[in-house]
């Protein structure tokens, strides 16, 4: 900014009265600092925004004088009453809306590692097998997963000018307000029973396709070999079902949620529009669960696209039901988050049926 900028006698302040603190300003001409408070008008007037520091000096000199002060002038920020009201709302960047999610599966997987790592130090390897296929195992690790929401709700405060845990939240779609539980839970309901319809369709289909290109003895030997929970089943009784499928709805279907639709989705949708906000988020949501594949078989290789298609195709499809469902709910994480933890509880039930059952 150069000087001739600066001068306040090329700016027009167009103030009767302070901004800050309602004094009504003397007619000067050359007039730059408010006469009551001290505010410097012409740098508000460039930037529209406070000289810095000056709310935090002002509410320590005389803060009985100025309660509301904050609210105020933290105008950009957003208040108690508009939280469920943010659709014209810019929020976080593209970058952080993707970034911070892909962030948190890193730092939760690293800390995973580093447990294992410590684990195998004081124990063989066939100790380490074992304990890590016990279900309850499982249940355990999955708390884990809390680990996902740590950074949104970090990021969520600068946008809030009351940034509680219960506005933080609620900025990222799990609140009540606004709702009908009774209602959003047999949505949630409905739309798990029909995910289940639409995962085995889209994998029946998936398979046919591939077998078709590649040959039976291939995609079936590669479906046989499960998605990987399967061992679980081996040792689990009744209670660990109970205890591993309500982790999925109060654990891994909440904090997946939170992260994915009411943090990424939400972000993107603000910048890119709803289509491209919902796709994108469903294929980082998939990549994101299949990061196993890459590092199990060789890349590029037959048995790795056979792999890769039998698991992204239902993925794609459960994680776009996912993004619709939370748009069309209007940005509320209830209905879906009872939908992904009830897929992913009567996936793991259907499981157990066959492995102990026979079917």
């Known amino acids: 900014m150069n000087d001739e900028n600066s001068d306040p006698k090329n700016i027009k302040l167009e103030w009767v009265f302070c901004p800050f603190c309602g004094y009504k300003l003397p007619v000067l001409k050359e007039l730059r600092f408010c006469t009551s408070c001290g505010l410097d008008l012409v740098f508000l007037k460039e930037n529209k925004k406070l000289p810095p520091n000056f709310l935090d000096k002002k509410l320590q000199e ?14 950009d920020k957003i208040s108690d009453e508009d939280i469920l009201n943010t659709k014209n709302r810019k929020l976080w960047t593209i970058f952080t809306s993707i970034g911070i999610p892909i962030a948190s599966f890193f730092i939760m997987t690293f800390i995973a590692v580093i447990i294992m790592i410590f684990y195998l130090l004081f124990s063989s390897i066939e100790e380490f097998m074992n ?32 940034p509680s845990t219960k506005n933080r939240l609620a900025l990222l779609g799990f609140t009540t307000k606004g709702v009908t539980i009774w209602k959003e839970i047999i949505i949630g309901i409905l739309f798990s029973i029909f995910g289940i319809l639409l995962v085995f369709v889209v994998s029946a289909f998936m398979e046919i396709l591939l077998e078709l290109i590649y040959g039976v003895d291939i995609v079936r030997n590669i479906s046989s070999a499960g998605s990987g929970i399967d061992v679980y089943f081996l040792s689990s009784d009744l209670l660990s079902l109970v205890l591993l499928m309500i982790t999925m709805v109060l654990i891994v279907g909440t904090t ?84 992904h933890g009830l897929y992913d509880a009567l996936t793991i039930l259907l499981v157990f049926i066959l492995f102990n059952v026979g079917f």
């Open 256 to 339: 997946e949620e939170i992260l994915f639709r009411g943090f990424m989705q939400k972000g993107l949708v603000r910048r890119l529009g709803v289509k491209w906000g919902i796709f994108i988020t469903a294929v980082i949501f998939t990549f994101i669960h299949l990061i196993s594949l890459f590092l199990v078989y060789p890349i590029f290789s037959i048995t790795f696209v056979v792999a890769f298609f039998i698991s992204f195709v239902p993925y794609i499809a459960i994680s776009l039901l996912l993004g619709i469902l939370y748009h069309w709910r209007k940005e509320n994480l209830i209905a879906v988050i009872i939908t």
């Open 62 to 75: 005389k803060p009985y004088l100025y309660p509301d002060q904050m609210r105020v002038h933290e105008i």
């Open 131 to 162: 304990i890590s296929t016990n279900p309850y195992f499982l249940i355990i690790t999955s708390f884990s997963e809390l680990i996902l929401i740590l950074l949104p709700f970090i990021i969520v405060k600068k946008y809030l000018r009351n």
